[in-house]
């Protein structure tokens, strides 16, 4: 059973940092492309950050610039690391990573972690 584990979340004041992890266990794979999504309390799940496999990235306008998505193939894991955090960047983030066994890729959803910013 293939599980996809996101952390590295929790509670840091307007200005600080965290940096986020996203990894996959169970069964021999490949990470392929993934996603971050964040979730606000009441509110839609977004995406906000994505990197290919060959290691293309995009952001959203509301993280561009503050947030970094990086990969290490070696230890099939992605990244995301979030400077300058805001209020507003309160949430829950979820890693959405597309894992190949050799034999078919589909996508899998973490449980998310939660990232709380204070004033």
């Known amino acids: 059973q293939v599980q996809v584990v996101e952390s590295g979340g929790g509670l840091v004041q307007a200005g600080g940092s965290l940096n986020l992890s996203c990894t996959a266990s169970?069964?021999?794979?490949?990470?392929?492309?993934v996603d971050w999504y964040r979730q606000a309390p009441g509110k839609e799940r977004v995406n906000i950050a994505r990197i290919s496999s060959g290691g293309f990235t995009t952001y959203s306008s509301s993280v561009k610039g503050r947030f970094t998505i990086s990969r290490d193939h070696a230890k099939d894991t992605v990244y995301l690391q979030m400077h300058g955090l805001q209020p507003e960047d309160t949430g829950t983030y979820f890693c959405?990573?597309?894992?190949?066994?050799?034999?078919?890729?589909?996508?899998?959803w973490g449980q998310g972690t939660q990232v709380t910013v204070s004033l």
């Open positions: 169970g069964s021999a794979h490949r990470m392929l492309g």
């Open positions: 959405y990573a597309e894992l190949d066994n050799g034999a078919i890729a589909r996508p899998y």
